[in-house]
């Protein structure tokens, strides 16, 4: 299965994107889906994670400024991000679990800057 992300590019701060990432195909199931996001010189992070049957979690870092939801039918996850900082600059990557295996998306980069 593979993830086809959209969405990232230039936003200035204190402005808003929406990112998407849509599976390939329907595989039987799809548990867990999440971003992460790596900015140059750090580690991956994980940003957000929605569960099959939409409970959340997120990163301290981006609590009440990203929300993340998914529409099952379209096998498809998205990341609302409002209030963006330049600390937000980093290439998003999508997953999906579909048990035994994780599939990535390619990355999209977003970068906050005036």
């Known amino acids: 299965v593979q993830l086809v992300e959209s969405g990232g590019g230039l936003v200035q701060p204190g402005g808003s994107l929406t990112l998407s990432c849509a599976a390939s195909?329907?595989?039987?199931?799809?548990?867990?889906m999440g971003w992460y996001r790596q900015a140059p010189g750090k580690q991956r992070e994980l940003v957000a994670v929605?569960?099959?049957?939409?409970?959340?979690n997120y990163a301290d870092s981006v609590k009440g400024r990203f929300t993340i939801s998914r529409d099952n039918a379209k096998n498809t996850v998205y990341l609302q991000m409002n209030s963006l900082k330049p600390e937000d600059t980093a290439v998003y990557y999508c997953?999906?679990?579909?048990?035994?295996?994780?599939?990535w998306g390619q990355g999209t980069q977003v970068l906050v800057s005036s």
């Open positions: 997953y999906a679990d579909l048990r035994p295996v994780v599939s």
């Open positions: 195909e329907s595989p039987f199931r799809i548990y867990d």
């Open positions: 929605i569960t099959s049957v939409s409970m959340t």
